[in-house]
């Protein structure tokens, strides 16, 4: 259960960032705002503000939603099963958040561990490489260099 107050947030997202993240929703495929992004950085919680995922780490799948190898860090994130829609998938949520992100599938590059984070753009926030430390994520920049 989140932490944040569901109608603060209903007044700082927008409506598919809210369904996304508060509501498990989805967002349309190659109709959102980062399954082609290609700018390096970090991608945020865009709730809590929690660092999710590397452009480093950021593949395309073909899928339609931005695609990640691994998150910046595991203890980031919580995974669950998911058995909506007559399939068994593993939700991926954000730790402090608790945003529904999306899932994890088995069927990523081998080369680098075969796991493919698929991740609603709605549920994420960009944050450009240049901006890393005016923003709080300094920590980050030795990372992504």
């Not at 503000?49 to 695609?67: A, H, N, R, Y």
């Not at 998911?82 to 949520?93: G, K, S």
């Not at 005016?134 to 030795?142: A, K, L, M």
Request: proline residues 5%; charged residues 30%; negative net charge.
């Amino acid at each position: 259960m989140s932490r944040y107050d569901k109608e603060k947030l209903k007044k700082e997202l927008t409506p598919i960032q809210y369904e996304v993240t508060q509501e498990n929703g989805t967002e349309r495929p190659f109709n959102n705002e980062f399954w082609n992004h290609k700018e390096k950085g970090i991608y945020v919680d865009i709730v809590s503000g929690e660092p999710l995922f590397t452009s480093l780490d950021k593949f395309d799948s073909g899928c339609g939603w931005p695609s990640f190898t691994k998150p910046v860090t595991r203890k980031n994130i919580t995974e669950k099963a998911d058995f909506t829609h007559n399939m068994h998938r593993i939700e991926v949520r954000s730790k402090e958040g608790d945003s529904h992100l999306g899932h994890v599938f088995n069927d990523g590059p081998l080369e680098e561990g075969g796991l493919r984070y698929c991740i609603n753009s709605a549920a994420l926030r960009f944050i450009p490489y240049d901006n890393l430390k005016e923003e709080g994520y300094g920590e980050y920049i030795e990372v992504l260099r």
